[in-house]
């Protein structure tokens, strides 16, 4: 059963730079068909779509965020990653990764526990 | 970008009430519309894919369908477990949107 977990940086202070990585587990990362997304959801706010990734490097990008943005790949860890610098309050969300069938239309059908970033100084 | 308007924003009902969750999308979407649960402290869990397809061991009294822009999330029968919040989600063109979200509460 595919399995994704994120791991990384939980507490910042303002213009620090956000660093998570998405662990896959069960299954491989290298699937066609298959994108692999960020997403956030700050308190009290809606979901929000962060950028994605395939496996054989493309990435496409939120714009409102697309200055400060790299999301990466590691096949031969079977992981991806964020990095979001320059981080403000506005930042401070519950940041998800998804396996995103969207290319098929099949939607975003696993997701990870989340992950809490607070930025604070 | 594509605007998803949802609504309502919350509503309340009783155990076994049918439910009605509505989005209205600002242009054409095919069928790339999707509904999510989310419970505090839990991922998200999709409910409905490509507007009207249940995903796989999710209950049959959730359905989605269509009218042109307008999409609709139905719960035939609530059950105790679908108090959560609900968001309608666009991936016909990037950057993917989601509605605000609807809060079920108990009555």
């Known amino acids: 059963q595919l399995q994704l977990q994120e791991s990384g940086s939980g507490l910042l202070k303002p213009s620090q730079t956000l660093s998570l990585t998405c662990t896959v587990s069960?299954?491989?990362?290298?699937?066609?068909?298959?994108?692999w997304s960020w997403i956030r959801h700050p308190p009290g706010k809606g979901l929000e779509w962060i950028g994605y990734?395939?496996?054989?490097?493309?990435?496409y990008y939120n714009p409102s965020l697309e200055t400060r943005l790299t999301i990466s790949l590691d096949r031969s860890k079977n992981q991806f990653s964020l990095r979001l610098t320059s981080v403000t309050a506005a930042d401070t969300a519950v940041y998800y990764c998804?396996?995103?069938?969207?290319?098929?239309?099949?939607?975003?059908?696993?997701w990870g526990q989340g992950t809490t970033v607070t930025v604070s100084s | 970008d594509v605007q998803m308007t949802q609504s309502p924003s919350s509503l309340s009902a009783s155990v076994g009430d049918r439910v009605t969750i509505s989005c209205r999308a600002s242009q054409s979407l095919s069928t790339y519309l999707n509904w999510y649960q989310v419970k505090p402290g839990k991922a998200p869990r999709v409910l409905i894919y490509g507007t009207t397809n249940l995903q796989s061991g999710v209950p049959s009294r959730f359905s989605g369908t269509s009218s042109g822009t307008d999409f609709t999330l139905t719960i035939s029968g609530l059950q105790p477990e679908d108090f959560a919040t609900y968001f309608c989600q666009q991936t016909y063109s990037t950057p993917y949107t989601f509605g605000q979200g609807t809060n079920v509460e108990i009555k």
């Open positions: 069960g299954g491989s990362i290298s699937t066609d068909g298959y994108a």
């Open positions: 990734i395939f496996y054989r490097g493309s990435a």
């Open positions: 998804a396996r995103d069938g969207s290319p098929q239309n099949y939607g975003m059908d696993v």
